[in-house]
């Protein structure tokens, strides 16, 4: 890899928000566009208070009608402020300027240690060491004053030009404390290579929350590479919960024998089984140091050799920063247009995960704007078979019988309220029927997708699958089956079957970075099945008649299956059947 494709912190600064030269509040003059995080955007200034060089994070202008994205930024000054230590960086003060928001930071001269790991694909052993104790010690800080990063990872540490690794970006940081204990459930977010099983579940997290994720840097530090990667998100969230680290393989060669055990306890899927702290992790690994050979005294020299190298090779592909120019007060500023549609930006939305009951992982998600106006997405999948007759239906009880030779059929349903005269729902299973006061659910039986992400939020299982109806079908969003089966299998972890018939289809046929999984369709299908829905038992009934190793009492249950579904009137089955 040359040092232009090298994932150096600065970029060009393409859709900033700030003109080159602008004031902030009178104080900060901004010299120029470092890049762009998930919340924000960060710039160079001049501080003309302290007269000293700082970093400017400005939370992105399309974010600002969210008062969750506003929280969010707003917790970063206020948890970061509380944290004065050497290896994390410094939050100088938080300001607005009109409709902008900003956090003014240390301006740390450096490179992320993502560029430092694959400069060579890997540190040196003493390297990697020098830099795994000084991430153990900004952990300790932060967990010292109630802090859980929640998004610590390689990208979100910069190694300045003195060798020292430094923290960043607590634009996710919540506080935690030992007498309130974890911290509450629900939505999460962080990035999925480095996710925690607990925190992939929307699990209440702690510290150890951090130390996890502090094992895939580990790993990253000696072997250039992560643990466990995939195709997307929820292939590499499901092995994350399901799957051991690749600690015996040819891929961990690079990782002293001494070290496999400290990675293998910070990557155990029980937090319980983790070190209990950043210090004794530390400890741990000062531990093995000291049994190793002395390192020579030129240890940080050579990671400051490498710092300076690759920031001689970012200052040749982006320039020197051009000197500022004199330019007036606050009104410089100048809000570029972003290229995003405000009214197309909707909420934050958490979205399940895989495995209905053993892993119900959850990630932020945004939505997907129409071509040209998309700001991000999921991998688009390959394609598969679409989901047969996805329905929004949820049931009043997962335990009701399979349907019987006169049960009535049900038909595939809007998530609107249902005619009052329909007599087609099946016994046992009831509509979603929205409240008449909540506009999410009517726009949602309109087929808009902003309508189904916020009933999905507010707690309507129906809604969900129906936004993952919407994304399989490329209705109002784009076509991304990945998204799909995440929003199925919130519908399903909520209750409604529907949503347990159509993650069934997405594991029978398969989905980019997601295998096909027969035994868990099967499942799907059975738990849909068992509480009345026909799709579930005909879909079911087909996979053990098409399934080369199904056997013969599988087969004769699968003809079952059909059988009773076409006597409840489902007309797809009494054709599989004839």
Known sequence: MSHHELPLRRRTPTGSVL??????????????????????QVYRAHDRALDEVVAIKVLLPHLLGSPLMSQRFLSEIKLARKVTHRNVCRIHDYGEDGTLGYISMQFVEGIELTALIAQSGGLAVDEAYAIAIQLADGLQAIHDEGIVHRDFKAANVMIDRRGNARLMDFGIAKLWNAERGLTTEGQIAGTPAYMSPEQAAGEPIDPRTDLYSMGIVLFELFTGSRPFTAENAVAVMYKHAHEEPPLDGPIAVAIPARVKPIIRKLLAKQRSDRFSSSQELKQALLD?????????????????????????????????????????????????????????????????????????????????????????????????????????????????????????????????????NDSSASPGVARATPAAESPALTACGRGEPRGCGDACEAGNSAACTQLGVLYNRGAGVARDLTAAALYYDRGCSGGDLAGCNNLGTIYQHGASGLQGDRSKAASLYERACNGGHLD???????????????????????????????????????RAAS
Not at 350 to 362: E, I, K, N, P, W
Not at 407 to 419: K, L, S
């Open 19 to 40: 003109a080159q030269g602008a004031v902030l509040s009178g104080r900060y003059h901004i010299l120029d566009y470092i890049g762009e995080g998930g919340m924000g």
């Open 288 to 420: 093995v140091r000291a049994a190793l050979p002395a390192f020579g005294p030129d240890t940080t020299e050579r990671i400051v050799l490498k710092v300076q190298q690759l920031r001689g090779a970012l200052d040749e592909t982006v320039g020197a920063p051009t000197p500022p120019s004199p330019v007036g007060p606050a009104q410089a500023v100048t809000h570029r247009r972003s290229g995003i549609n405000r009214r197309g930006l909707w909420q934050l939305l958490t979205a399940a995960g895989l495995v209905t009951g053993a892993f119900s992982a959850t990630i932020l998600l945004m939505w997907r704007a129409p071509e040209g106006e998309r700001t991000g997405s999921l991998p688009a999948p390959a394609p598969v078979r679409a989901p047969q007759q996805p329905t929004t239906t949820v049931a009043t009880s997962s335990e009701a019988p399979p349907p019987t030779a006169n049960r009535e059929a049900r038909q595939p349903a809007a998530i609107a309220a249902p005619d009052t």
């Open 536 to 574: 579930g038992c005909a879909n079911l009934g087909l996979l053990y008649l098409n399934e080369p190793d199904s056997s013969v009492q599988q087969r004769t249950r699968g003809r079952e299956l059909l059988r009773q579904a076409c006597a409840a009137g489902l007309a797809r089955a009494c």
